[in-house]
């Protein structure tokens, strides 16, 4: 893939992505027309997710207001409580959330959210942003349906400089306001298979969706970008291996697309060998990573390899957070490949997140390692990458999924 290829279609995907939105499945239609006028035949598999419109939201703290924005599937409420700021999780600050709107630092979390509802808090107030940043800029976030679980009490965001004035000056009274109306839609997974001399196959992977006001160039239309590039150069190159790419819709919700495809697809899972993830790279700035969820055995053939080529690559064992988990915990060996930089070069999750950040030189450099590590797993008599996720990992899978609180 060319310069001005890639940078054509940062340019035509920047815009905004979130899961279940008209946008993504606008972009969801781009990625299979461009895989089409290859003549590659993708298709887009639907499944459901959970949505929501706000039709009112406000918020007041001792009589003023403060710009916000409700979170999504939180339900409707009205309610006036004392303002409690929870500085810490301990037992002590968690029990005096009690009978309390809550501000916590960041988001809202499986594990606090849990310990919130337990100790007796009524709302949630978290805040976002930078308080360098020039910007008053609200980011649209959501209550995760596998958070609440029917316990649902009203949530909303608020820009870190509101955040500050509030405990500056000791506020003492918050009034929430929420009414939306929640109802199930659909994101999007776009699926291309490229048949090879066997049935077994290698699933790469990478998500397309955004989070609000973010265009995602970094996180991740760069992914996207990498996985195009990847199944044009094996449509024209043999491989042993069919090779199966997923596009997938929602990663930012929860890694639902994934899951989704995981769980579609369940009798096919036991003919994948491996996934490769593709999350963030090309970026200006940062050191390239290769995180196997896999055998030690394959961070030491990453780290040969990258010698062998002359690539740096920082290759460890671990679980990543994007679109390989679901596939991991399905018993299949995955590895993620990403550039990840500092936030002050490559800033993800907000407004900051464009194609300015991005380096189409450095992309066809990430790209080019990748697709030579794919090919060599491609083309193997065997992948011998071994179809066995070890202790330590399923450990770390059960704390990632939140089937175990992490020590």
């Known amino acids: 893939m060319n310069l001005k290829q890639i940078k054509k279609i940062f340019k035509d995907t920047a815009y905004e992505r979130m899961g279940g939105s008209e946008q993504e499945l606008q972009c969801a239609n781009y990625i299979a027309s461009l ?14 997710v959970p949505m929501a419109t706000i039709n009112s939201v406000s918020l007041s703290v001792d ?30 600050s968690l029990e005096n959330c009690k009978g309390k709107i809550v501000l916590i630092d960041g988001i809202v979390r499986y594990w606090l959210y849990k310990d919130l509802i337990e100790n007796g808090a009524l709302g949630i107030i978290t805040y976002d942003g930078d308080v360098h940043y020039s910007d008053s ?8 349906s596998y958070f609440s679980e029917g316990q649902k009490i009203p ?87 069919s090779l199966r790419f997923v596009w997938c819709g929602s990663e930012e919700r929860g890694l639902l697309g994934a899951k989704a495809y995981c769980a579609n697809h369940e009798e096919e899972l036991n003919r994948i060998a491996l996934n490769i993830n593709l999350d963030m790279i090309g970026c200006t700035m940062g050191r390239f990573i290769a995180c196997c969820t896999t055998e030690n055995a394959l961070v030491s053939y990453i780290g040969y390899m990258a010698d062998e080529l ?16 679901p596939f991991a915990d399905k018993g299949i ?12 070069t490559a800033t993800i999750h907000n407004s900051y997140d464009t194609a300015t950040i991005i380096k189409p030189q450095q992309m066809q450099l990430d790209i080019e390692f990748i697709t030579a590590f794919a090919t060599r797993m491609a083309n193997s008599k065997r992948c011998p990458v071994a179809k066995n996720i070890p202790d330590n990992i399923k450990e770390k899978l059960d704390e990632y999924l939140l089937r175990k609180r992490k020590k």
């Open 310 to 325: 002359g690539f740096q690559v920082k290759a460890y064992q671990d679980v990543y957070s994007s679109d390989s988990t």
């Open 137 to 144: 800029n609200i980011y649209q976030r959501e209550l995760r």
């Open 63 to 92: 009589g003023k207001k403060i710009n916000c924005k409700g979170y999504y599937c939180c339900g409707s409420h009205e309610l006036t409580a004392p303002l409690y700021y929870l500085r810490a999780d301990d037992k002590y």
């Open 155 to 241: 949530c909303v965001n608020i820009n870190v400089r509101d955040a500050v004035k509030l405990i500056e000056k000791d506020a003492k009274q918050a009034t929430v306001s929420i009414s939306q109306e929640e109802y199930v839609g659909n994101s999007h997974n776009v699926t291309l298979l490229i048949p090879g001399e066997r049935e077994e196959e290698i699933v790469f992977t990478a998500h397309y969706d955004s989070t609000s006001l973010s265009q995602g160039a970094y996180d991740n239309m760069s992914g996207s970008v990498g996985l195009i590039a990847m199944a044009l150069h094996f449509a024209k190159n043999p491989h042993s291996y």
């Open 333 to 344: 060996p995955a590895v993620s490949f990403a550039r990840l930089a500092s936030k002050e």
């Open 35 to 48: 895989l089409k006028e290859e003549g590659l035949n993708a298709e887009i598999e639907a499944f459901e």
